[in-house]
């Protein structure tokens, strides 16, 4: 149990030894989050099957809101490609740190990630994954904006923070929803409430659509796909790592999590297929016209991502899990190799690379691995989890076949320009430098498994996730899929510095952005328009102020009239009296009574008291108040 | 009802916590007059020590059977202990904040005299179950305020607000005393239960009539939209703990009063009411948000951000008597909202006294400048936004719930959009203190004070975000009411 408990603390723990004593380590704190990662899956690899570790945080009102940690076999599968990610590209990131500012900072974000990642694939309950959801964005928030003096950066991370929020809107009212039909937060009750079907379907349909807008969110799916691309802005880690192989599949997982639930909701299932094959196409069209390296990967990793979904939405979960880890892999490399790229020649545009494998030898190999397992050729992972969604589709749909061969065909296109642009052709950059060790070692890694990953997988997933396995696929499709990748790989490579399509991917991405920044462009209008409408309120306010300290003025005016009149008053009276002592001396002889003076001097002092500070009237108000209370108090215990 | 005037209807213990806080009032007027030199300290001290001695006398209550005090028009019963309680501790919070804040100055004698009054006003208005007493005791919630507001007499903006809040508040407060006149002319009885009693046969018009005019009192002093206007300036003027302290004990204060309203002396959902307050609640937080985004002043920021979480709040009240769940999600609310608003005031309290100015760009760099008021800062932020696992987080999802239950699942999502919206204008300010190179070497100013108050509330932040059993059992006690 301890070990389970262990697996998301440790990358924790680990964040917050970088952040205290990184300053004074060799690799700022590195070492902690790779031991970490390490840690934990050497704790999954012992940890049971079946292992459950569940509490009740709280009930209130008959609803009970649980937290725990699950082992369940998709639970496991996912957090050991998870930690797998981390690891390996954590032992990248020590290179890719060396030498550059603030490094125990980002390992400390990176930690954190790592942490709540697993927090999120392992939670058997739906608040702690939604919590785990909600600090995995804050970290991609934290990552993305890391090198915040890049021109850029803060913008590109709140606008991944919170196009990913519009979806957790959904999660969030969602798992309410879950709440309020099964009185629990616990995943499993939720499953096996639907499997007596004790939901009514409508609700569950909801919910099932509610959490597709959370998953849609996350994995950067249509309409919410706008801030993947910009969060490229990141250090080259955090791409590999958050934004293609574990954060942006959180979307996927939930779904695969939840599978049942959108199962009951054949809306649900329908949407998830329409969501992912819209993203699929036009993200892929995309991904062949971008002139950046690295948003060629963000478009290609949308793309990917709506394949899973696809797969998803025409019942294969099998095929999108196998898919899922075989993109975490290959896709992961792929950035790894971006990333130096860019630090040893300074630039990611396509335009301005070429050759590069004379000079990154090893980088341009494992690129070269890691693209042709996402075109899909064999026997490189992305062949066999392609085919298993082949199978899938073909089972269903002539139709969806044909999609899932075109989408092989784009992407084979995008990878094979990206390829060629960087690795081939006339040599740009003269001054390339060589990755440092870790860098490599961490590409190795990743790119071994992108290698080897498929056939370790093929045919064994069945046996370990519960899915029911894909359907055999005919040799006519496999024959065909396959002639689609090499197609696509020679047209890409052809296309290698312009765009592939035209002028089509450009327009595509334009039309893309301004229909996702709408409603934060309309949002921000009415916000402005609001602050109109305020700015008048409040002039109508300092009207009324105004108007009232005219009148108060006004009063004030009356009043030193009334004033002069008094004083003429009294001058008159005060003469009156003068003129009386004078009548008084001269009536009753001169010279006044002792008494007399007396009693003028206690009127003075008594004047004072009145004409004084305002402050001794208000002390006199507060004495005689509490001369009432001590009165009242008196009274009532006698 | 018992017999009017007898002496047997006198409970001075029904009264315990605020005969000391309002008997402590009385003595320090002169002494915060006279105090010089070191001794402008005590009336600070005594005040901490009266608002702890004042907590512990309410505490008790939290387990009291429900009872009437002094002829019907007072009430003894958990729900106004806990809110007397929240009060209390805001107070205190704020005492702390204002002790470093004026430390030295003039005023540092004088704030707690009206904090104190400003507070026995509020506990006056969660227990009162009387017309009467209800008018005087909301005038005795927002006389002090204004005093509050006014403390530096010579800074313009704060005579302007003061000004404003002044003449705002007088005209709220005599159209909701006009209002109450009406609940007395219907049912011939200043008592809320009795009204309650007799209402269900008054014309339907007269009451909603009633019903709208006490709602712009209430609503003044909770900020709801439209009768929120004076809320940014004020907050803008005042110093930071006041402005704190003005988004915080008014407004439980006013909270708990309408509660009462609405539950003894409307049941049964009269006249709508809880399809009433769910729009002026959707208003409101759709408002506040939408406002928020384009403010620089982190004080009006602030001042808008606390405007939507009274639309959030007002959400549950909608619900609060359909369904059981509501009462303590929003009194479970309040405590994660003292703790996190009042932790942001404290930090920008200290950061505006130290640069002068609460602009954007006064924490530009601030996680450099003083990390540990910045995190503080960026917590409270991040638990407004509703962030897990802060204690805002487990607040909001309160809230949602009893909506949803309450059978207004419009509102709920409308509240979850306004949390998507709202989470940018306070990730910008997060932005601005850890994505932005300083500008200035400053620090923020220094003060065990400042310390105290923002440790506090950051700790209740997170310690009440993680298990918020601790503070939901609490809220749990304190939502038996008397009716």
Not at chain 1, 395 to 410: E, K, N, P, T
Not at chain 1, 570 to 579: P, Y
Not at chain 2, 321 to 327: G, I, K, N, S
């Amino acid at each position: 149990m301890i070990v389970l408990l262990a697996i998301p603390a440790l990358p924790l723990l680990a964040a917050l030894a970088a952040l205290r004593v990184g300053r004074r380590m060799p690799w700022g704190g590195g070492e902690f989050v790779v031991g970490a990662a390490a840690l934990s899956l050497i704790g999954l690899m012992l940890v049971p099957d079946g292992a459950n570790l569940s509490a009740t945080w709280f009930e209130s009102g008959g609803f009970r809101l649980t937290v725990g940690l699950e082992f369940s076999p998709l639970t496991w599968f996912v957090a050991t490609l998870v930690a797998s990610i981390a690891l390996g590209v954590g032992i990248y990131s020590l290179g890719y740190m060396a030498g550059k500012a603030d490094r125990p900072r980002f390992f400390a974000e990176l930690g954190l990630f790592i942490g709540a990642m697993l927090v999120l694939v392992l939670s058997s309950s739906l608040v702690i994954l939604f919590a785990a959801w909600e600090l995995v964005g804050l970290a991609s928030y934290l990552l993305i904006g890391f090198n915040y003096a890049e021109p850029g950066a803060p913008q590109a991370a709140a606008k991944a923070f919170l196009m990913t929020r519009i979806g957790d809107v959904g999660l969030l009212l969602g798992w309410l929803l879950a709440l309020t039909l099964t009185g629990t937060t616990e995943i499993d009750a939720l499953i096996g409430a639907l499997g007596q079907q004790q939901l009514a379907p409508a609700p569950v349909a909801l919910m099932a659509f509610l959490m597709l807008a959370g998953a849609i969110g996350k994995s950067a799916q249509l309409p919410l796909t706008g801030w993947l691309p910009d969060a490229m802005i990141g250090p080259t880690p955090v791409s590999a790592l958050l934004h293609s192989a574990t954060m942006v599949a959180a979307g996927v997982f939930l779904v695969l999590r939840l599978y049942p639930v959108f199962e009951a909701a054949p809306g649900a299932l329908a949407a998830v297929f329409w969501i992912g094959a819209a993203t699929a196409l036009v993200a892929g069209v995309i991904a062949t016209g971008e002139m950046d390296l690295k948003r060629v990967l963000a478009w290609s990793t949308a793309s990917q991502l709506g394949e899973m979904m696809i797969a998803l939405g025409l019942g294969g979960p099998l095929a999108a899990s196998f898919h899922l880890a075989a993109h975490a892999a290959f896709k992961s490399t792929l950035f790894l190799a971006a990333g130096v790229v860019q630090e040893e020649a300074g630039t990611r545009g396509l335009d301005r690379l070429g050759g590069l494998i004379r000079a990154l030898p090893f980088t341009g190999v494992v690129f070269l691995i890691a693209g042709v397992a996402l075109a899909g050729i064999p026997p490189l992972s992305g062949f066999w989890s392609e085919e298993a969604i082949l199978a899938t589709a073909a089972r269903q749909s002539f139709g969806a076949a044909l999609l899932i061969v075109a989408l092989i065909f784009l992407a084979g296109t995008y990878i094979g320009r990206a390829a060629s642009a960087t690795f081939f052709g006339e040599r740009r950059p003269d001054d390339v430098g060589k990755p440092a060790w870790p860098m490599k070692a961490g590409m190795a890694l990743l790119a071994l498994a992108a290698a080897s990953l498929g056939w370790l997988l093929s045919g064994r997933l069945g046996s370990i996730l519960p899915f029911s396995a894909e359907p055999d696929l005919a040799s006519a499709w496999r024959a065909f899929a396959l002639v689609a990748a090499i197609l696509g790989l020679a047209f890409g490579a052809r296309r290698s510095s312009a765009s592939a399509f035209g002028v089509l991917p450009a327009k595509l991405r334009a039309g893309l952005m301004a229909a996702t920044e709408w409603p934060t462009i309309a949002t921000m209008r009415i916000s402005q328009l609001l602050n109109v409408v305020e700015a008048a309120l409040d002039r109508v306010a300092q009207g009324i102020a105004k108007g009232s300290s005219v009148i108060a003025g006004t009063t004030h005016s009356a009043e030193r009239q009334f004033d002069a009149v008094a004083e003429l008053a009294a001058g008159g009276v005060w003469r009156l009296a003068q003129n009386s002592e004078r009548a008084e001396a001269l009536g009753f002889a001169r010279g006044g009574d002792a008494l007399a003076i007396d009693i003028v001097g206690i009127g003075e002092r008594l004047r004072t008291l009145q004409s004084g500070r305002l402050y001794l009237y208000t002390l006199a108000l507060f004495v005689w108040a509490a001369a009432a209370l001590v009165a009242g108090g008196l009274m009532l215990w006698l | 009802m018992p017999e009017a005037g007898s002496m047997s209807c006198m409970d001075l213990w029904a009264v315990g916590p605020e005969m000391v806080l309002a008997g402590l009032a009385l003595v320090l007027v002169p002494i915060a007059g006279w105090a010089r030199g070191p001794w402008r300290r005590l009336p600070s001290v005594a005040a901490f020590v009266g608002l702890v001695i004042a907590m512990g006398l309410t505490a008790p209550m939290l387990t009291a059977a429900p009872r009437e005090a002094f002829c019907g028009t007072y009430a003894v019963d958990p729900f106004r202990a806990f809110y007397q309680l929240v009060i209390e501790a805001g107070t205190i919070i704020t005492l702390l904040a204002l002790a470093s804040h004026f430390r030295g100055a003039e005023q540092e004698a004088q704030a707690p005299v009206a904090l104190l009054m400003a507070s026995v006003g509020g506990m006056g208005l969660a227990a009162a179950t009387d017309l009467g007493l209800i008018v005087l005791f909301l005038q005795m919630v927002s006389f002090p305020s204004y005093l509050l507001v006014l403390l530096v007499r010579s800074d313009r903006p704060a005579q302007e607000a003061t000004l404003k809040y002044f003449l705002y508040g007088a005209a709220a407060l005599a159209v909701m005393a006009y209002g109450l006149t009406f609940l007395f002319g219907l049912t011939g009885s200043l008592n809320l239960r009795v009204i309650g009693a007799n209402l269900a046969g008054a014309d339907a018009a007269w009451v909603a009539f009633a019903f709208g005019l006490v709602l712009i009192g209430y609503g003044f002093e909770m900020t709801l939209v439209p009768f929120h206007v004076w809320a940014p300036d004020v907050f803008q003027g005042a110093t930071a703990p006041v402005s704190g302290f003005v988004s915080v004990v008014p407004k439980v204060a006013a909270f708990a009063g309408l509660l009462r309203l609405l539950l003894e002396a409307l049941p049964d959902s009269l006249v709508a009411w809880p399809v009433v307050l769910a729009i002026v609640a959707a208003v409101t937080m759709s408002f506040g948000n939408l406002v928020a985004l384009r403010q620089t002043s982190l004080k009006r920021l602030l001042a808008y951000s606390s405007i939507a979480q009274a639309g959030y709040m007002l959400m549950a009240i909608a619900v609060a008597e359909r369904t059981p769940d509501a009462l303590p999600a929003i009194s479970y609310y309040f405590v994660a909202y003292l703790c996190m608003n009042l932790a942001a005031f404290a930090v920008l309290a200290q950061v505006e006294r130290m640069l002068g100015s609460d602009e954007l760009d006064a924490v530009r760099g601030l996680g450099r400048r003083a990390p540990w008021p910045a995190a503080a800062l960026a917590l409270a932020l991040l638990s407004l936004a509703g962030i897990p696992p802060l204690a805002g987080f487990a607040g909001k999802v309160f809230l949602l719930m009893a909506a949803i239950e309450g059978g207004f699942v419009w509102l709920a999502v409308i509240a979850a959009l306004n949390m998507t919206v709202a989470l940018y204008y306070y990730a910008v300010v997060i932005a601005e203190m850890y994505f932005r190179e300083p500008e200035r070497t400053e620090a923020v100013a220094p003060g065990a004070g400042y310390a105290w108050a923002t440790c506090l509330c950051a700790a209740g932040t997170i310690v009440f975000g993680i298990a918020p059993k601790l503070a939901l059992s609490l809220a749990q006690l304190g939502s038996v009411m008397l009716r």
